[in-house]
């Protein structure tokens, strides 16, 4: 296979092609921002999620898992990863395309697409790939939403990372109104996350947001 080879749908987690997904998942993802192993195996049945794979020799090589809900405006890419030796071929980027064409459906074609991208504004050992990490993003297309200091609300040892929320549309996006900001976070809160979708960390991160939210 190529490294531009199409995407395919994972839709059981009983088999080979799961724990080759979840080795790169293991290894790729900051352990801090990890969910545990039968959540991604959730993810993988649940109707509201999407997860796709390659392959190259017969193998899992990279992977996105993207949560969809039917009676929302907006989709979430939770994860994209690429296995270390198919790094800084093309893979990521020809992934993400995929995988945000297959978000779009005739009802909804111009699907806003969320990242929860670590930030770069935090002094931290790993702030050099995490600013690379933001220009491979802002290269295809995505904008970050200004002044939001998202809060991971996943559960773990310390504090989460600091974080942005950016946002890829096919129809490029400069601001847009706080109320469906405030849907959005509402939605991953209690669907991604299942947390309460009136946590008081949702008030937090809203609360210096102007109206319209602005993006960069």
């Known amino acids: 296979m190529t490294d531009r080879d199409p995407v395919q ?3 059981s987690c009983g088999g080979p092609p799961f724990r080759e997904l979840y080795e790169i998942y293991a290894t790729a993802i900051a352990a801090r921002e990890q969910k545990p192993e039968a959540w991604i195996c959730a993810m993988v049945r649940a ?4 997860v796709w794979v390659r392959k190259g020799a017969g193998r899992v090589t990279a992977f996105s898992i993207l949560f969809s809900p ?6 979430l890419l939770e994860y994209m990863a690429v296995a270390a030796e198919r ?8 992934l993400f395309q ?27 050992s790993d702030q050099p790939i995490r600013t690379r ?18 809060i991971l609300p996943l559960p773990g040892e310390g504090p989460p990372p600091e974080m942005d ?3 890829y549309s096919a129809e490029p996006l400069r601001q847009l109104p706080k109320t469906e900001l405030e849907r959005w976070l509402r939605t991953i809160y209690r669907d991604v996350y299942r947390c309460s979708s ?13 109206d319209p939210v602005r993006l960069d």
């Open 133 to 150: 990490r933001q220009q491979f993003y802002r290269r295809l297309g995505c904008v970050r939403i200004s002044g939001l200091h998202y």
């Open 87 to 94: 790094r800084n071929r093309g893979v990521g980027s020809e």
């Open 198 to 210: 009136d946590d008081p960390r949702i008030v937090q991160m809203l609360h210096d947001e102007s």
């Open 165 to 167: 929320l950016m946002v």
């Open 98 to 124: 995929q995988t945000v064409e297959r978000a779009a459906t005739p009802e909804r074609p111009t699907l806003p697409i969320l990242l929860e991208i670590d930030s770069d504004r935090e002094a931290s």
């Open 9 to 11: 749908q994972l839709k």
């Open 47 to 50: 109707p509201e999620y999407r």
């Open 70 to 75: 039917p009676a929302e405006r907006f989709a």
